[in-house]
């Protein structure tokens, strides 16, 4: 008897719903296996996973998972694996934090003396309120053009930071799976530089300390009332994924972009050069990602940027990996980013209530956040793969 | 008259035959490649499959050889039931298959190549002494070749002498040749043909499989014939006339095969292609094409012949613009005004009116992910940065009904169609943009022999109506020469012969091999 | 000066023997046709392994054996999956990195707690002279092996038409699967033993997220040394002195009055890792030599085949 795979007839629609669905209960049962072996209840496993589902903290999740799902669907579907979003974030929030530092606003010492009377002026905040040496920020424009300018430069620098990879897989064929991953650990390593020299807070005395100083808190987007999620963020998910489902539906570029990742061939055949829709994939998708990360800083949460202790804890929360979940379980259709956004946003913040439970309830047994995000999400992945050749094959079994 | 007259069944019923299938079975998406279809091979014969692409034949015979897996059906080797899942299933059960491309990895030696079909070489043992083995055995059987060759510097004969000599290695009972001789020069051929006679007087069987009538006349004993998925019948090649077996190949088209006469223009009018000294580089970075000069007239037809490999593949490319030429000019003369469009770039000169159909047709110029609406919209003189899906969907709704092409709708995806309807698509978008000229390389190939001829007609009467001038290379000579003006062939990247039409088959041939 | 060198190369030497086997480990692997975008999650996963055994069996080579092992099996179910599915190599590659780091701080975070709170010393290899340079030797004697494996012997030749043309490959009568096994054990094998010493002779300790992205360094030498087991060690020794020269370089700059911080030379092997791939691409005898196999990272299913 053999097991023999075979190209179905026709390709299966049940399975388009049923695939992600089923790939997701069962990475969730092997992640519950796994916490298991090592004393977690499944129970506890499953009833945090599941609390994640209904807590306000998720929108925020929600929001940032689609934009980053339509950035990296946009590249997916042009057959342009970018799995460095991470580091396009990073660099949104660097030149978002440049903006809303620098040029939106400025940091400056002033004597403490002076300082009551910095108190109630409009566009002057005071910052650090140091007995020594206090620091006050100075609005330089109006705030709304600031923030505007932050997201706008944020997703700049994100785009032009995916065209290094971009250019290099269109002019040189090297593999951007591996450059995109590889030029996020230089992202983290130059954001540590940025910060700890460039970007350094005034604010900032000890020397151990490498941070920026807090944004001026009229730069800070607007929490909706209730939950951790800003009205920027929701807006701009909500403009974002209106404006590329519309690309892709009305403009030629959007045509061609989902093209190339059918067909590259086609477009050479027909006169158009593949490669600059390559470049164009990618700055787009990294535009998204920019302004996701200008969203992370600007949360009034956040303010601010930290050096980055340890490489598996940067401020992008991983999401750009996440994200990746997001954009596969959708199959790479637009569509259901929104749907695929909610139930991953669910269980990033399942994973991280199990965690705040886990290290209350049984501190021995020392769970990372690394571990809680990466097996759920790497066992969700594997299974999605292997059963998504389901929709084209059929297993079979012969005499 | 039914197919069933045909259904003349073998005397032989005392000899076993040495392969057998029974009752296959088997679809694709879109299509039934093979049903209930039935054979028989018997010991020292030479057994031709012959039929028109998209028959089945090379489906039956990627079954046989373990590649597909039938639907239903049941295969017998000497006798016995067997389950062939891979070709190792199918070597060790005696049948070895020649193929048109041969089957050797390019990167590697012969002697590397023939290790890994050898099973008294283990794996560790070197490859030095596969060489020795092979320079004796070389010997024995009469097939020279340095072993210690790498197979890409080899001619394409000689590869398929390695996969003759691998066959005669593997103890091979049945040697399969799937269209194997198709593109072999005719002297070349014979050489082939006088082997498998050779195989058969030792008592091995031999399965051609082809799509040309005179061959499977020549060489064969007994003639399976297969259309459209199914057996039409089996003959015995001594008893049957050429006639009959076109009859069983085509069936009622026949007469639309027939019908075959061009209208053309006796009178062309002013050139407007001109290239002049073009020299153009290979992927390999040596000069494919060395100094070709040619015009072509407004409503003329330049077809060039060859031998694939000649430099015809980067002569079109060359003047799609997706080849940079090196040296020389190329010029367009539109409404008076010459433009030299020399590396101007594939989308400049796709918009001033250029249609190109790619060689492998199917694989570049369509997308079977995408509907036929957006393969149609995205060629850029279609289009601007807008879509107007209703202009798109009325022009679809027009070639569909003017090129009939079988499809449930304009939206729906590409890869329901079957092949010859894929290649109308294309055809059809890009004769919707040859406002000037169109280029093209092998633009039937994998085309059944009806939709072929569309495809011909459609060219030469735009040609003749629009004034549209082509530029056609292919490596089918019976194409060139059905519908050129002006035959040119091309060897070693010049034009060693230019003809006009009506010059005969044998004194172009010549030129090409010379 | 003979004893200078020395020095430089003892210095050099463990940073130089884990960069080296790893990147041999994956052209062995790319060689056969799988497009390897597993080996950094296998590598820290590694890395956690070889930790977690060490303070249950304290003895460095056993841990590091056994840690090869189950690396080795890690490759094998990639090469199973690959191609026998229709799927593509970078997802199971990248999905199977995810899992990695997971399991990674998941093994080895708590017995980092452990080892701290009970004061465990760790019994890893002594960086001597003579520790050193055994496996330095080692390293270079498995590279020659490994290039006579490749270019010298029937397997070798099998593993490159499998990497080559898995389907002409099968049709001269190779089974694809078990040739990828083979290659892919051996490559994950090297990978495995890599990330155990980079750990047992570089580290000498564990901390959260230790050998993410070193992986990805090994990959880029890897490519940039065409998948060449000889080349590699050419490479190697360029990245080698990148990592353990770059502080060096600091001090120097420092002297001219440019500073460079801490961050740009952590960043800089990574850097280089995107980059010096290019000059080989760049340079176009080197490009055809060291292009990759044809077939490398494609989908082994034009046709159906049996599990």
């Known amino acids: ?399 | 008259m039914s197919t069933q007259t045909f259904f003349s069944l073998n005397g032989e019923k005392s000899l076993n035959p040495i392969i057998s299938a029974r009752g296959l079975w088997k679809s694709f998406p879109g299509v039934v490649a093979l049903k209930d279809v039935s054979l028989d091979v018997l010991p020292g014969e030479i057994h031709a499959i012959l039929g028109e692409n998209g028959a089945g034949k090379s489906t039956l015979l990627k079954i046989l050889y373990g590649i597909y897996v039938p639907d239903k059906g049941d295969l017998f080797f000497g006798g016995r039931k067997v389950v062939v899942t891979s070709p190792q299933d199918a070597v060790r059960n005696g049948l070895v298959l020649v193929s048109q491309v041969p089957q050797l990895i390019d990167s590697l030696t012969v002697a590397e190549n023939l290790s890994l079909s050898l099973s008294q070489f283990g794996y560790v043992s070197s490859v030095r002494k596969v060489s020795k083995f092979l320079l004796e055995k070389g010997r024995e059987y009469g097939v020279r070749v340095d072993p210690d060759i790498e197979v890409w510097k080899l001619s394409y004969t000689q590869k398929q002498l390695v996969e003759v000599l691998r066959a005669l290695l593997l103890n091979a009972k049945v040697i399969a040749f799937d269209e194997a001789t198709t593109l072999l020069p005719h002297a070349e051929k014979e050489k082939l043909y006088d082997f498998m006679k050779l195989f058969k007087s030792k008592g091995g069987s031999v399965l051609l499989v082809t799509h040309k009538i005179p061959e499977a006349m020549e060489v064969s004993d007994r003639i399976t014939v297969l259309r459209r998925g199914e057996v039409v019948g089996t003959v015995r090649t001594s008893e049957t006339t050429l006639d009959q077996v076109r009859y069983m190949m085509f069936g009622e088209r026949l007469t639309q095969l027939n019908s075959g006469k061009y209208e053309k223009l006796g009178e062309k009018g002013s050139e407007v292609l001109v290239v002049r000294d073009l020299w153009v580089r290979s992927d390999y970075g040596v000069y494919a094409v060395k100094g070709v000069s040619f015009s072509v007239r407004k409503g003329e037809i330049l077809g060039i012949a060859g031998v694939a490999g000649n430099g015809q593949l980067e002569l079109i490319q060359a003047l799609a613009g997706l080849r940079k030429s090196e040296r020389g000019s190329i010029r367009l003369r539109i409404n008076g005004n010459e433009i030299d469009v020399t590396n101007k770039g594939s989308t400049a000169i796709r918009r001033l009116g250029i249609g190109y159909i790619p060689d492998e047709p199917v694989k570049k110029g369509v997308s079977l992910d995408n509907s036929i609406e957006e393969n149609i919209a995205v060629h850029p003189r279609l289009t601007r940065f807008l879509i107007r899906w209703g202009d798109v969907k009325s022009l679809a709704t027009d070639l569909v009904r003017e090129f009939s092409i079988v499809t449930p709708s304009t939206n729906a995806k590409a890869k329901v169609l079957s092949g010859g309807n894929l290649m109308k698509v294309l055809v059809a978008r890009e004769l919707t943009v040859s406002k000037v000229a169109l280029v093209a390389y092998n633009p039937t190939r994998g085309l059944d022999e009806v939709s072929t001829r569309y495809v011909r007609r459609l060219i030469v009467s735009k040609a003749v109506s629009e004034g549209m001038c082509v530029v056609v290379a292919s490596e089918d000579l019976d194409e060139i020469m059905e519908i050129s003006d002006v035959i040119a062939v091309m060897n070693s990247g010049s034009f060693v012969g230019v003809f006009k039409s009506g010059v005969s088959r044998e004194e172009v041939e010549r030129v090409m091999v010379s | 000066m003979i004893g200078e060198i020395l020095n430089v190369i003892i210095a050099m030497s463990p940073i130089f023997v884990f960069l080296y086997l790893a990147s041999l480990g994956n052209s062995l692997v790319e060689k056969s046709g799988i497009l390897n975008l597993a080996i950094d999650g296998a590598y820290t996963l590694g890395v956690a392994l070889v930790f977690t055994l060490l303070v249950f069996v304290n003895d460095p080579t056993l841990a590091l054996l056994i840690t090869s092992l189950l690396i080795g099996l890690l490759g094998v179910l990639i090469a199973f999956l690959t191609t026998k599915l229709p799927i593509s190599h970078g997802a199971v590659g990248l999905s199977i990195q995810f899992v990695g780091y997971g399991l990674a701080s998941f093994l080895a975070y708590p017995m980092s707690l452990k080892v701290r709170a009970e004061r465990i010393s760790l019994n890893t290899y002594l960086t001597i002279p003579e520790v050193v340079l055994t496996f330095l030797t080692l390293s270079v004697v498995i590279g020659v092996l490994t290039y006579l494996l490749i270019y010298r012997t029937k397997l070798g030749a099998a593993i490159r038409a499998v990497g080559e043309n898995p389907a002409g490959a099968s049709a001269l009568g190779i089974n694809v699967l078990k040739i990828r096994i083979v290659a892919t054990f051996l490559g994950y094998v090297l990978i495995g033993s890599a990330s155990s010493l980079y750990l047992l002779l570089y580290t000498k300790n564990w901390q959260e997220g230790l050998g993410m992205g070193y992986g990805w360094i090994s990959f880029a030498i890897s490519l940039s040394s065409g998948r060449h087991p000889l080349v590699g060690i050419a490479t190697s020794i360029i990245f080698a002195t990148l990592i353990r020269y770059a502080y060096v370089l600091q001090d120097v700059l420092v002297g001219y009055g440019i500073s460079i911080s801490t961050f740009i030379v952590i960043a800089l092997p990574f850097i280089a890792a995107v980059f010096i791939p290019l000059v080989v691409t760049a340079i176009p005898q080197l490009r055809r030599r060291f292009a990759p196999p044809k077939h490398l990272g494609k989908i082994f299913f034009s046709e159906e085949r049996s599990v």
């Open chain 1, 1 to 399: 008897m053999r097991l023999i795979v075979v190209k179905r007839v026709k390709t299966s629609n049940l399975y388009y719903v049923g695939i992600p669905v089923l790939s997701i209960l069962a990475g969730l049962a092997l992640s519950t296996l796994i916490f298991a072996s090592i004393g977690v209840p499944p129970d506890l496993f499953i009833s945090e996973i599941l609390a994640g589902f209904q807590s306000p903290q998720t929108l925020r999740y929600f929001a940032l998972l689609v934009i980053l799902g339509v950035a990296l669907t946009m590249s997916f579907r042009a057959s342009i694996w970018n799995i460095g979003a991470e580091g396009q974030m990073i660099w949104g929030m660097l030149a978002g934090g440049y903006i809303a530092l620098f040029v939106a606003a400025q940091s400056m010492y002033v004597s403490p003396s002076d300082l009551p009377n910095y108190a109630n002026v409009p566009g002057v905040e005071i910052i650090d309120a140091s007995p020594v040496k206090p620091v006050i920020s100075v609005l330089l424009m109006d705030p709304s053009l600031g923030k505007l300018l932050m997201v706008l430069f944020g997703m700049l620098a994100g785009g032009l930071w995916a065209l290094i990879p971009a250019v290099l897989k269109a002019y040189l064929d090297i593999d951007e799976v591996a450059s995109t991953l590889i030029l996020n650990y230089v992202a983290y390593q130059l954001f540590n530089h940025l910060v700890s020299y460039n970007l350094r807070g005034l604010s900032v005395q000890a020397r151990q300390f490498f941070r920026t100083d807090r944004m001026n808190s009229a730069l800070l987007f607007n929490l909706i009332p209730g939950t951790s999620v800003t009205v920027q963020e929701v807006l701009m998910a909500v403009i974002f994924f209106v404006s590329v489902v519309l690309m892709y539906r009305y403009t030629a570029v959007g045509l061609r972009l989902k093209i190339i990742g059918s067909n590259p061939q086609l477009l050479r055949s027909v006169g158009v050069d593949e490669r600059r829709y390559i470049l164009l994939a990618m700055f787009l998708s990294g535009m998204l990602a920019g302004a996701a990360g200008v969203s992370i800083l600007a949360n009034p949460g956040i303010g601010k940027l930290e050096k980055i202790a340890n490489v598996v804890s940067p401020p992008t929360m991983n999401l750009g990996y996440t994200a990746i979940l997001v954009s596969w379980l959708s199959i790479l259709d637009l569509r259901f980013v929104p749907i695929y956004a909610y139930i991953v946003a669910s269980l990033f913040q399942g994973s991280s209530l199990l965690q705040s439970e886990i290290n209350s309830l049984f501190p021995e047994l020392s769970l990372t956040g690394a571990a809680l995000t990466y097996i759920p999400i790497g066992s969700i992945l594997v299974v999605y793969v292997i059963l998504r050749i389901f929709t084209e094959y059929s297993v079979r079994i012969m005499r």
